[in-house]
């Protein structure tokens, strides 16, 4: 299932702080040139410049193919968006060097990845990245960071945890389900917190996900 910060995206609740919003608005203008391609993207279009790819064909998808084969030419693209994708890669190190080998010059991708976050498959789920995880992932394909922190803060890590906690391990299905949607309805008025927290000098510590902005 995709994860509930996708959920939240698609529904218009966004939950990104202003430096993961200030991060997307420079992939939006640095790529003014040129196509963004949204990888694992739809089925909803978080803005209307954004090209879908997507590894199964549904509505809202624009292009079928992997992260580890994507359909463009060497230095061909002049943006990429990724968010929530790279958990689900088991290599995602091949996936960032893709990423790399389409991008033109000066090109940008904006990524945004699980740190605190439950199992959650599309197909599968391997791992989650730290702050610095996430940079030395980019880092490593060659790439150089223009900016990065906490995407969704510590208190949407920590409703969301204990909203999985009660449908995973509370008995009887009904029970279960109740639990975690109380939990998820109180969670609402603390999540207010995050509007300070997610931008606290050591909120990428328990943060739900970071992003980074990464220039070729």
């Known amino acids: 299932m995709p994860s509930l910060i996708a959920e939240c995206l698609a529904k218009g609740d966004d939950l990104r702080s202003s430096a993961a919003h200030a991060a997307f608005e420079s992939l939006l203008e640095r790529a003014r040139s040129g196509p963004i391609v949204s990888i694992g993207g739809g089925p909803a279009r978080i803005h209307p410049r954004l090209v879908n790819l997507n590894i199964v064909c549904a509505n809202g998808v624009d292009l079928v193919a992997t992260a580890y084969r994507l359909p463009f030419a060497d230095a061909s693209i002049a943006g990429l968006h990724c968010e929530a994708v790279l958990e689900h890669l088991e290599h995602p190190d091949h996936a960032v060097a893709e990423m790399m080998r389409v991008l033109e010059p000066g090109g940008v991708v904006f990524a945004a990845t699980p740190f605190l976050q439950p199992y959650h498959a599309y197909p599968d789920h391997y791992q989650n990245f730290t702050l610095s995880g996430h940079r030395r992932l980019f880092e490593r394909a060659?790439?150089?960071?223009?900016?990065?922190?906490?995407?969704?803060?510590?208190?949407?890590?920590?409703?969301?945890?204990?909203?999985?906690?009660?449908?995973?391990?509370?008995?009887?299905?009904?029970?279960?389900?109740?639990?975690?949607?109380?939990?998820?309805?109180?969670?609402?008025?603390?999540?207010?917190?995050?509007?300070?927290?997610?931008?606290?000098?050591?909120?990428s510590l328990l943060c739900s996900s970071t992003f980074v902005l990464a220039k070729k």
Not at 156 to 185: C, H, K, Q
């Open 142 to 203: 060659g790439f150089s960071i223009a900016s990065s922190g906490t995407c969704v803060g510590p208190t949407f890590a920590l409703v969301d945890l204990a909203a999985n906690y009660a449908r995973e391990f509370t008995p009887g299905r009904w029970p279960s389900r109740l639990l975690e949607r109380a939990i998820r309805i109180g969670g609402r008025a603390l999540r207010l917190l995050d509007v300070r927290l997610r931008h606290h000098e050591r909120s």
